[in-house]
């Protein structure tokens, strides 16, 4: 686990820090000392910044999956939330293995890389983040295994962002993604979400690739 402390005016990729060099002048291990072990396809490494793609404008919500990609389909499911001022709003993520074989499937996991979302109001005109200040823990990736015809629901909602304490609603979500919307705030809002994920090199098959349109979903 890496903790970035992260302030953000143009949001800004936040997990580049769980890659940084060493700093300069750090001490060279000593003689006889064996290299770290490579790291292993249940925990493979980040060796790039992750980029945020740009998802297409919402449109109609739906309650449905995606379609299904490779054997898997997934949705984002919406919920309240806690608090008042602002309500934090809960986002779960559901991903359903539906390739009909007897073997598992395994995702490389890295939220910080994975996901891209774009907000939009009824008419399709996105809406803008806002200036966030961010103090995140962010793991580093790993696998997750889905067995046949089983669903893995995982909360996405994304700690530590910092929050204006005013009436609203705070939408806080990887890849420094967030909103925090005023009550006054009438417009509906509409949440597009891409998922997609890349198999490590020793891929075995079963990992999964591709990218996953998750249908839109309303924040209410």
Not at 49 to 77: I, K
Not at 159 to 185: C, E, H, K, M
Request: charged share 15%.
């Amino acid at each position: 686990m890496t903790l970035l402390f992260v302030a953000v005016i143009a949001i800004s990729c936040s997990a580049i820090a769980c890659t940084a060099p060493a700093p300069s002048g750090t001490a060279p291990a000593p003689a006889g000392t064996a290299p770290a072990p490579a790291p292993s396809s249940t925990m493979p490494a980040r060796t790039t910044p992750p980029v945020r793609a740009t998802p297409p404008s919402p449109g109609v919500p739906s309650s449905g999956w995606s379609e299904a990609v490779n054997g898997l389909r997934g949705r984002l499911v919406v919920s309240p939330g806690e608090g008042t001022a602002p309500r934090v709003v809960r986002i779960d993520l559901e991903l359903q293995n539906v390739s009909g074989s007897s073997s598992p499937l395994q995702i490389v996991w890295d939220a910080e890389a994975m996901f891209a979302f774009s907000l939009a109001d009824e008419r399709g005109k996105k809406i803008p983040m806002g200036p966030i200040e961010e103090s995140r823990m962010i793991s580093r990736p790993y696998v997750r295994t889905l067995q046949p015809d089983s669903v893995l629901r995982t909360d996405i909602t994304a700690q530590g962002y910092g929050v204006r304490p005013s009436p609203g609603v705070f939408i806080g979500l990887p890849n420094s993604t967030a909103w925090q919307l005023d009550a006054s705030d009438t417009r509906r809002r509409l949440l597009h979400g891409v998922l997609t994920a890349t198999a490590t090199p020793d891929n075995d098959r079963r990992q999964w690739q591709g990218t996953l349109d998750l249908p839109i979903v309303e924040i209410r």
